[in-house]
Every structure is written in structure tokens, then in C-alpha cells.
């Protein structure tokens, strides 16, 4: 199947084109190996550099200030590939160096840098392998234990089969210090791999794969690498994929389609080169997930003493266990979605109801909410007394609300729901004894119906059920001076696992279907229909099916005002999509589809309709803006997931 680079232009206030543009500068610097992280709402690039590491900022993704460079040491030089991850007051950034007399880059060693701001200055620490190690990537696992993933030449390098460049991980003991339990991750197997032939005279072929970045969606885990050789034109990005949420190191790898085809996520076209090198962040909507990486344009002579490798973006999507992007794109697409609401700074009465009273203040947001996913970023001042302060997660009056409250004294999180006066609480968890409560934290609450989701600093800590209607968020302190640094959120419904239990709450049945742990399981003997109960505009909404046979099925209609104004298809193989014309007795495209693990991406936006399918795409138009309600027709197939996100005009 040809790939498409191109997306519609959905919403024509705010687009953008790659590569990525510098307020500050009137050229764009090179921004080779990309690694964005997230801080108080505002975006951070590191990137390398042969004199130090490249730091840039930006609020959405799109426009970026340069702010130079933020490592670097008197005798070194070639800093290549930086990671930075945030923790407890801390930003430890890794990358490797060399000597500034080094020209052999075999003698490249992976470093720690530690700083308290995400701008720099970053103050050297230790040096963790005598020998070439690069590309790090550090990430928390589920149960919060760092691991570093990072690219070494010893492990398989005197293999007569695939010798090259592999991806380890190791556990982190403390942010400074591996743990010795190093695992192989990512290892060569086919020749689009190879760096280059015959490389150091003994007739093998040397391989290359590195450049880890890790990610987790819902029961799948993945692992996007880069491979063959960072200075030619065919660099590309391929991933690994797991179907379970085992912990790092039980995870059984195996890259897309299987260990020994080429299947490339990014590969080049005949604009943009040598592709390669990836970070993975959220969009400011907080749902939305964006592919960081570099390219060369082509119109641009190939200088091979030149840094050209220039930063770009894309969406990225998932499609059951496999991941989808229209990288690398040369045209105008629409910009990373913005969130329902944000502010930077403490609430203000602009947005906000400041009510205080003996000693307690809350700050509530203006607007009542339905499901949502919002994001906190929190501190406090601590006396000797202690502090208390949190989120409002739905808040009716003083008498009926939900909340998670931190305790500095009692070393936890609350989550307390107060209802008629009558206080309980519902979840508690334990806090670590160097918890810095001085210093920034994030939270994010996914809330679906009765169903809440609290994530501490990227980590899953708690879920509570509660029978609080819809209200408003907010922010609350009680006796403590606490702020804010940013809050953001979006109108979103999110439902996998066992929260697809209410799907019944978005869709009526003509039928009766059964719902288990994971699925909402259409296999009657007859097709169901699933209609949406209230018709929505500017959205966007995926659903994710498993066919569970040859003569499984899946008929969407897309309704204005009870008529089908668009209808995709899925049976026998095929794919098709059909438009209301009575006098067309065909579809107005057809292919092949193969897949049984798949998601439709359908986006409405004004006046147009896209509808994304692993790599199909197409876009309808209206005469004018209407309410759309889905329609789905389902034989023998379990629905596994269901995303809505109301999207937010620019």
C-alpha cells in the first residue's frame, strides 16, 4: 500500500508546515535526535550539538525559541543524543561526549548531567561506561522504577550473523547508579539495518539500531528505534510491539510485522531524507500523541561534513497493536490540538470562582465538565504546621464535592469525597519520604462517567469509582500556601478495559451484547447496530475492533439529521468507502485491508469529515455545519476501545 504524507487541512485558523520553525531566529538550527519532555505546560527540545546539548521551548509544539546551549564541559565535544526526564525537583539529562582531541566516535561514553531548571545550566555528574555507549532513554515503568534504555556495540558485535549496534535496558536504581541487570531490548536482523558493508575489513556487514524511545497504549507496549546509518539517506524509524503490560524487563519483543521484514514507521520520500531518531510527547490537548524527529530536505545539497538534520513533527497514530503516521510530511496539516482551557500561574477570577473561608481556598473552575482529562502542575510552601492542598475533581457546593488532597505531615494522597457534609475517603496512597513538595509535580485525572484515573508525576497511583455528578474542577488549599504553574484540560471520554462498560451511556443496542473484562462482544447471529444516544459536532472519535473471523464485518455510517452522509466498510478484505449518491453504485474507494486488530480515526471539524484508516484516508465536505451522530453496524467482532474529544476552536 502507497503511503500518504498528506493530511487534510481540518481546521484552516491553525496549520503548520515541517519543519518546525524559530521565532527567535531567522534560520532554524539543526535539531539532530529530537527529545521534547513536558514542564509546567511548556515544551522542552534537547538535540545534539558538537559543541554542547541544544535546548529550545515552546508552548505548542509548532513555534520554538532557541535558548543555546545548556551542556557542555571544557575538553569535550560531540554531544550526542540527550535525554532529560524530570523528577522530584531534579532534571537528569544523559547523553555521551568525547574528547575534544577524539576523532574516533567509537569512543563516545554515556554521561549524566543533573539541573533544577529544564533550561540549564546542567552540571556534569559521572560518566556510567568506560566504552561506546549512546542514545539513552529513561523512563518510569507502571510501578514507578526507572529504566534506562541506551545502544552498545559489544553486545552483538562479534556475532557472525548481525554484529552491530543493539538496544539494552537496565534498571535504575536511583537516577545515577544501574542496577548491573542489563537485557537485550532491540537487536539487528534484516539488511536494511546494515550501517555498512564490509565496515571494519572483515567482510561482515556492521549493523546499526538505537535511538529507544518507549511508550505504553492501553494493553500494548511498543518501542520505536532507529536503524542503518544516522549520515545516509535511508536512516529509518521501525518499532517493536508487545501485547501485554508486563513490567520492562518481562516484556517479549518482537518488531512490526516480525523480527525479519522491513516494515518501516518512517521511512524517506522524495522530499525529506535521512529520517530517523524520535521522541514521543503529547499535544497541548492532552490527548492527541506527536512523533518528534529529524530529517534533511532534499531540496538541500547533501554536505556530509554539514550538520543538516532539521526537527519536524507529526501525529501519530495507534491501530490495535500497530502505530501509524503520515511522517515524513512536507505540506500544510493542521496544528497539535489545543486543550479545552489553560493558564499558566494561579488561577485568576477571570476563569475562576476564588472562594476563601477559615482558612481554606479554593479556586473553581467557571465551567462544569462532563468526562475530561485535566493537568495540574502543583507545589506548596510547607511550614512547621505542614501543608494540605490539592484538586478538585467535581465540585457541586461545600457540601458535595470530590477531591485529592496531599498531606506533607502524613506522607499521602487523598482522595475524599464529601456528600451531604458526609466525608469518606476512597483512596489512599502512601507518598515517598523524599517527596519534595516545594517543587513542581504534575497530576493528571482522567474522569469516564462514575470512573476516575489519577496519575502522580507519569504514574498510575490510584482509580476510584464515585457516584458525584458532573460539576466543576478547581484547585484547593487548606492552612497552606500552595500555587499553581499550569493547568490545562479537555472535554475527552476514554473508554478500554473494564471502563467500556459504559458504552451503553454513549450507544443504544438494537440488540443484546455482552461486555466482558476487555471488550464489548458483538458475536450474535445476526449484525448490531450501535447508534450514538446525542448527536455531537467538532469532534474527533476512534473505535477500535477486533474481527474475530473471515466473515466478520463492520459497517460505519456517519448521520446528519438521520441521513448517511458518509459510510465506511469492512468485510470480505476489503475496505471501502461510499457517499450518498443514488446514481453511484460504487464506492468511492476500495482496498485491500487485511488487518483484524484495527482503529477508525473519524474527525469532524467545521465543515469537513476525515475519516483515517492504517494509512487510508479521506475527507468529505458539507454545505454547512451540522451535529453528526455514529452508526455502527457490527457482525462477529468485539469493540475494544472508544475515544471522544470535543475539539476546541482557535
Not at 519532555?37 to 535546548?55: A, H, M, Q, R
Not at 522491513?262 to 524517506?268: E, G, R, T
Not at 457516584?467 to 497552606?480: E, L, M, N
Not at 455482552?514 to 455531537?536: G, M, N, Q, W, Y
Request: with cysteine; proline share 5%; hydrophobic share 35%.
Amino acid at each position: 500500500m502507497k503511503k500518504n504524507y498528506h493530511l487534510p487541512v481540518l481546521n484552516q485558523n491553525d496549520f503548520y508546515t515541517n519543519p518546525t520553525v524559530y521565532r527567535n531566529l531567522n534560520t532554524p538550527p539543526t535539531n539532530p535526535d529530537p527529545y521534547v519532555i513536558k514542564y509546567n505546560g511548556i515544551y522542552f527540545c534537547y538535540s545534539t550539538d558538537e559543541n554542547g546539548v541544544n535546548v529550545s521551548r515552546s508552548k505548542d509544539l509548532v513555534s520554538w525559541e532557541f535558548l543555546g546551549q545548556v551542556a557542555k564541559e571544557d575538553g569535550k565535544h560531540d554531544y550526542w543524543a540527550p535525554c532529560v526526564i524530570y523528577d522530584n525537583g531534579i532534571f537528569y539529562l544523559y547523553c555521551s561526549n568525547t574528547g575534544i582531541n577524539t576523532r574516533d566516535n567509537h569512543m563516545e561514553y554515556l554521561q549524566l548531567y543533573t539541573s533544577a531548571d529544564p533550561a540549564g545550566p546542567f552540571t556534569y555528574v559521572k560518566t556510567f561506561f568506560e566504552k561506546f555507549s549512546i542514545d539513552a532513554h529513561v523512563v518510569k515503568d507502571t510501578d514507578g522504577t526507572p529504566y534506562l534504555f541506551y545502544s552498545v556495540n559489544d553486545y552483538s558485535g562479534i556475532d557472525e550473523a548481525c554484529p552491530g549496534t543493539a538496544i539494552l535496558a537496565d534498571r535504575l536504581i536511583d537516577y545515577t547508579e544501574l542496577a548491573g541487570e542489563e537485557f537485550p531490548v532491540v537487536l539487528p536482523s534484516v539488511k536494511e539495518e546494515i550501517f555498512e558493508e564490509n565496515r571494519f575489513g572483515d567482510m561482515r556487514d556492521w549493523y546499526t539500531v538505537e535511538g529507544a524511545f518507549f511508550l505504553r497504549k492501553n494493553n500494548h507496549a511498543f518501542l520505536i528505534y532507529a536503524a542503518n546509518a544516522y549520515v545516509r539517506e535511508n536512516y529509518f524509524l521501525g518499532y517493536s510491539r508487545a501485547e501485554n503490560n508486563a513490567l520492562i524487563p518481562d516484556i517479549k519483543w518482537e518488531k512490526y510485522p516480525d523480527d525479519y521484514t522491513f516494515s518501516p514507521l518512517v521511512q524517506k520520500n522524495e522530499h525529506v531524507e535521512g529520517t530517523g531518531h524520535c521522541s514521543v510527547i503529547q499535544a497541548p490537548n492532552l490527548i492527541d500523541t506527536w512523533l518528534i524527529y529529524h530529517g534533511r530536505n532534499q531540496d538541500i545539497p547533501f554536505l556530509p561534513e554539514t550538520e543538516q538534520r532539521l526537527m519536524r513533527i507529526d501525529p501519530l497514530f495507534f491501530s490495535g497493536s500497530r502505530l501509524y503516521t503520515n511522517a515524513p510530511s512536507y505540506q500544510q496539516q493542521d496544528a497539535p490540538g489545543k486543550p479545552f482551557f489553560m493558564c499558566y500561574g494561579n488561577p485568576t477570577p477571570a476563569d475562576f470562582d476564588i472562594a476563601q473561608e477559615n482558612g481554606i481556598i479554593r479556586k473553581i473552575f467557571k465551567h462544569s465538565l462532563e468526562n475530561y482529562v485535566m493537568e495540574w502542575d502543583l507545589s506548596c510552601r510547607p511550614t512547621h504546621m505542614g501543608a494540605c492542598y490539592g484538586i478538585l475533581l467535581s465540585y457541586q457546593d461545600p457540601a458535595n464535592y470530590l477531591e485529592l488532597l496531599f498531606d506533607s505531615g502524613k506522607r499521602r494522597a487523598m482522595i475524599v469525597q464529601e456528600d451531604h457534609h458526609l466525608r469518606r475517603v476512597l483512596a489512599e496512597i502512601s507518598l515517598s519520604a523524599d517527596y519534595n513538595h516545594s517543587v513542581s509535580h504534575n497530576i493528571r485525572i482522567l474522569r469516564n462517567f462514575e470512573q476516575f484515573s489519577v496519575y502522580l508525576d507519569n504514574v498510575f497511583i490510584s482509580h476510584v469509582s464515585s457516584d458525584i455528578s458532573y460539576g466543576r474542577v478547581g484547585f484547593i488549599a487548606r492552612y497552606t500556601k500552595a500555587d499553581t504553574a499550569f493547568f490545562a484540560v479537555t472535554k475527552h471520554t476514554e473508554l478500554y478495559g473494564k471502563n467500556l462498560a459504559s458504552l451503553s451511556k454513549l450507544f443504544k443496542c438494537s440488540q443484546t451484547v455482552t461486555f466482558s473484562d476487555s471488550a464489548v462482544c458483538c458475536r450474535t447471529k445476526t449484525s448490531v447496530c450501535l447508534t450514538e444516544i446525542h448527536p455531537t459536532n467538532n469532534f474527533a472519535k476512534s473505535v477500535t475492533c477486533r474481527l474475530l473471523c473471515s466473515f466478520s464485518s463492520l459497517e460505519v455510517r456517519i448521520l446528519e439529521r438521520e441521513q448517511a452522509v458518509f459510510t465506511i466498510l469492512i468485510k470480505d478484505r476489503t475496505l471501502q468507502f461510499w457517499m450518498p449518491d443514488a446514481h453511484q453504485n460504487t464506492p468511492v474507494y476500495e482496498a485491500a485491508f487485511t488487518e483484524t486488530d484495527f482503529t477508525l480515526y473519524i474527525t469532524q471539524h467545521g465543515l469537513f469529515t476525515c475519516v483515517y484508516l492504517d494509512n487510508h484516508y479521506y475527507c468529505i465536505h458539507q454545505p454547512a455545519v451540522r451535529q453528526q451522530t455514529l452508526e455502527l453496524t457490527a457482525f462477529y467482532l468485539d469493540i475494544t476501545g472508544y475515544e471522544a474529544t470535543q475539539k476546541t476552536e482557535n
